[in-house]
T-cell receptor, first 112, second 113 residues
């Protein structure tokens, strides 16, 4: 059972470039989340989804977009990358709103 | 808005000592609270999940307590070891159907041999 898988693990982007961070879970979880973690800080919610076709903004959504066409996949799109988006990005999923959260290993993104 | 605070931000102890990490939250309307461990440059490893109806959970040398009414949780680590050195994060799950969580900034623990 792979759990939550994120790709890529590392990426360097130039200012203004775009990219998609991939997240896949094989646990048939309804709820999925994208967080970012800046150095020395906790995780801040970017976007979340409560099921296929349903997404909503979290605490820090500006500069990002998401889609949820299947239960398994929840990609995060960065358009026009900026240095402020340099961070570590984590994807997470839960089966129900009150059950244990599972996290991917993270994507370390640097924008130069 | 839910706010989660972890004190202290950093803690250094000699090997073998028992220690307590603190997590406080401002809104008691929660589903559960989850403690995670994060090693440098790595992802989050779940340690313990306490449901809002529970008072504590135990796993090996770890014991987590929850006092929802006062907005506090503690993570107790017994007989600390150098391998326990890591950052410990607590996350509070909001009492909504979206299951969102708010994280504290973590406590970085160093256990000296």
């Amino acid at each position: 059972n792979a759990g939550v898988t994120q790709t890529p693990k590392f990426r360097i982007l130039k200012i203004g470039q775009s990219m998609t961070l991939q997240c896949t879970q094989d646990m048939n979880h309804n709820y999925m989340y994208w967080y970012r973690q800046d150095p020395g800080m906790g995780l801040k919610l970017i976007y979340y989804s409560v099921g296929a076709g349903i997404t909503d903004k979290g605490e820090v959504p500006n500069g990002y977009n998401v889609s949820r066409s299947t239960t398994e996949d929840f990609p995060l799109r960065l358009e026009l990358a900026a240095p402020s988006q340099t961070s570590v990005y984590f994807c997470a999923s839960v089966r129900d709103s009150d059950t244990e959260a599972f996290f991917g290993q993270g994507t370390r993104l640097t924008v130069v | 808005k839910q706010e989660v605070t972890q004190i202290p931000a950093a803690l250094s102890v000699p090997e073998g000592e028992n220690l307590v990490l603190n997590c406080s939250f401002t809104d008691s309307a929660i589903y559960n609270l989850q403690w995670f461990r994060q090693d440098p440059g790595k992802g989050l490893t779940s340690l313990l999940l306490i449901q809002s109806s529970q008072r504590e959970q135990t796993s090996g040398r770890l014991n987590a307590s929850l006092d929802k009414s006062s907005g506090r949780s503690t993570l107790y680590i017994a007989a600390s070891q150098p391998g326990d050195s890591a950052t410990y994060l607590c996350a509070v799950r909001h009492n909504t159907n979206a299951g969102k969580s708010t994280f504290g900034d973590g406590t970085t623990l160093t256990v000296k041999p």
